[in-house]
C-alpha cells in the first residue's frame, strides 16, 4: 500500500522560512515524479513544485520561484520542500504527490500538513 506522509508544517512569521518532508513507502518511486500542492481556504488546490526522481530536474509555480526549494533523497525515498521568505499568502494545507508512472498525473497524495504564515 502506497503512503505518502508530510511533516514540518507550523506557524512562521512572514519573512520566515520552514522546511516540509514527505516520506514515501509502499512501492519504488525510481521513474516517477513527486511534487507538492497547496490548497487555500476557500481556493483550489494548485501546483507548488515538481522533482523528477531520477533526474532531479525541477518546475515550480512562479509565485515561489526564488523563495521555495524541492529536493529529494532518494535513499530515503524522501522529498522536501524548502520554503524561505514566507508570504501571508503562502499559507495552505501543503500536500505531497507522486505518479503512479511516469506518463501518469499524481495519483498519490498524502493526508497534508498545514501551514500558516502570520503578517
Known amino acids: 500500500q502506497v503512503q505518502l506522509v508530510e511533516s514540518g508544517g507550523g506557524l512562521v512569521q512572514a519573512g520566515g522560512s520552514l522546511s516540509l518532508s514527505c516520506a514515501a513507502s509502499g512501492r519504488t518511486f525510481s521513474s516517477v515524479s513527486m511534487a507538492w500542492f497547496r490548497q487555500a481556504p476557500g481556493k483550489e488546490r494548485e501546483f507548488v513544485a515538481s522533482?523528477?526522481?531520477?533526474?532531479?530536474?525541477?518546475v515550480y509555480t512562479n509565485s515561489v520561484k526564488g523563495r521555495f526549494n524541492i529536493s529529494r533523497d532518494s535513499a530515503k525515498n524522501t522529498v522536501m520542500l524548502r520554503m524561505n521568505s514566507l508570504k501571508p499568502e503562502d499559507t495552505a494545507v501543503y500536500y505531497c504527490?507522486?505518479?503512479?508512472?511516469?506518463?501518469?498525473?499524481?495519483?498519490?497524495w498524502g493526508q497534508g500538513t498545514q501551514v500558516t504564515v502570520s503578517s
Open positions: 522533482i523528477t526522481w531520477t533526474g532531479g530536474t525541477t
Open positions: 504527490a507522486a505518479q503512479s508512472t511516469a506518463y501518469s498525473w499524481y495519483n498519490y
